[in-house]
């Protein structure tokens, strides 16, 4: 299930256009910061080279030797730090910065006698001049630095402001399609009622006004279908009648007998299907009284005691609900009788068990049987729906069993699960509210 719900969310139209924006952003920000970068180490070589050219002025203007006076002004107008090592001595003009390390410092040749280099943002010239080493230090400028870190960082915060708005206003978007999604869930599950909010006047809207004409003329259909199959029904009752009351007056034989168990089997679709039709129409009209579901559960194992394989059952716990007695009952003897049809009589016994949660009791009836094709589950609760497609009469009824068992569970605010695999059985969990009346 999170496998699945994670493969959802990574193939999602939402995910993919945040993606985009986030790889965008990367992209601008990767070159936002190469661009910085080139530009940086070109103004440091172009300072490399004018920094050298003004050292060498200095160099000429200092003498040779290097004078001590005249480093030291100089070191005091320009800030340059100036040390001159010579075996006979050895002097220092200006400040050398603390974090400097000369003998750490990266040096790179620049032609005879010339070295340029770096070290922790100081600017390094070495020269050989008057039989000794020349260097000029020049030190970074601190507050240049401090702006280009300011001016980063800025960049990033409104970098991130402006994913952050476009995030927002991508699903604030996307939301009709959230809507839509609902939508379709809604009507897979046969709610034909739900009607998506239409608003804005966009594809979006365009698309939200189809669906919900789809879902209309859907509803429109099936509800002619429905009052088709009543009104056939009603009128097939009325030709089986006389077609019975003529096969009295045939004599005994082998045709009559045939034909009388053919329009008993027609008479029982056509009650089954008006019972069926009935229950739907008056499905929210009922007789609620407080039901002890372990004394109900006990009298319903009564009725099939001799049915084999069996039922195993445990002790059930004493919990009322608020619910019709008649239908429920109805619902469970479906429920069993099923799971006794598909189950070998020599196989393992039905299972039935009752667990009573927070707010709610669930039942639930299991066999080792047949199972049901996963390709079935999906329309197992539509009307006349039969997982054998063969509709032969040893293998069930007529594909309302389980369509009326949806219709009193939806109606007491409930809910019907079934999960099955072919070979290996079927379990249909039913969950009721313990207190809550519909």
Known sequence: MHRRRFKRLFHSVFTKLLVIILAAGFAITLTVVVSFTIIRFHNLSQFDRNLLLYAEYLTRDLGDPPNRARADDIARRTGLAILFDHPDRTWQAGNVPETLDLDRAWMRSRGKGIWVGRQRGHFLIRIQHGGGDLTFVASRATQHHEN???????????????????????????????????????????????????????????????????????????????????DMSHELRSPLTRIKVQLEFLPDSDARDSLRADVVEMESMV?????????????????????????????????????????????????????????????????????????????????????????????VVEDHGEGIPESALPHLFEPFFRADSSRSRKTGGYGLGLSLCKAIIDAHNGNIDVASTAGSGTRVVVSLPVIEAP
């Open 148 to 230: 280009a870190g300011w001016v980063l960082s800025s960049m990033a915060v409104i970098l991130f402001v402006v994913l952050g708005i476009a995030y927002l206003l991508i699903r604030r978007i996307l939301k009709p399609v959230r809507a839509l999604e609902t939508g379709v869930t809604a009507l897979t599950a046969g709610q034909l009622d739900h009607r998506v909010a239409t608003s804005g006047s966009d594809e979006f809207r365009d698309l939200a006004e189809a669906f919900n004409t789809m879902a209309q003329r859907l509803s429109e259909l099936l509800k002619s279908k429905e009052h088709l199959l009543l």
């Open 271 to 363: 009650t089954a299907i008006l019972e069926e039709a009935r229950l739907r129409s008056s499905a929210a009209a009922l007789n609620i009284e407080t039901v002890d579901m372990n004394e109900l559960i006990q009298s319903i194992l009564e009725e099939f005691k001799d049915r084999p394989p069996g039922i195993n059952s445990g002790n059930f716990e004493p919990v009322n609900i608020q619910a019709d007695r008649d239908k429920i009952r109805m619902v469970l003897r479906n429920l069993l009788e099923n799971a006794l049809k598909h189950t070998p009589e020599d196989g393992e016994p039905i299972s039935l068990s009752m667990a009573v949660l927070a707010d709610h009791v669930e039942v």
